[in-house]
């Protein structure tokens, strides 16, 4: 079990980072942090449609394995015998 309990760990904290910058890429709706970094001004260059629902796709597939990874990770420890 430790070493399902690493993978997992290791997943998690992979999962993490790769969730977090997918959220950062997304087009901001404006007035919100990415105007502050310039996100404002790419409004006007405009995005491709498929592009972003392609990034849509990718960040919730990314967010299950995220949660299905926490789930699991829960059980281990729920059901580790050796307590540790």
Same mark, same amino acid.
């Given at each position: 079990?430790?070493? &399902?309990?690493?993978? #997992?760990?290791? #997943?998690?904290?992979?999962?993490? &980072? *790769? ?8 087009? !901001?709706?404006?007035?919100? #942090?990415?105007?502050? *970094? ?7 260059? !405009? !995005? ?6 392609? &990034? ?8 299950? &394995? ?8 829960? #059980?281990?420890?729920? *059901? ?5």
């Amino acid at each position: 079990m430790t070493v &399902l309990r690493i993978v #997992l760990q290791v #997943l998690l904290a992979l999962t993490s &980072l *790769f969730l977090t910058l997918l959220i950062l890429l997304h087009k !901001g709706k404006g007035g919100g #942090l990415s105007d502050m *970094f310039g996100g404002g001004m790419s409004a006007s260059v !405009g !995005g491709s449609g498929v592009a972003e629902r392609n &990034l849509n796709r990718i960040t919730v597939a990314n967010a299950v &394995l995220w949660a299905a990874v926490v789930v699991a990770l829960g #059980l281990v420890e729920r *059901f580790d015998p050796s307590g540790s």
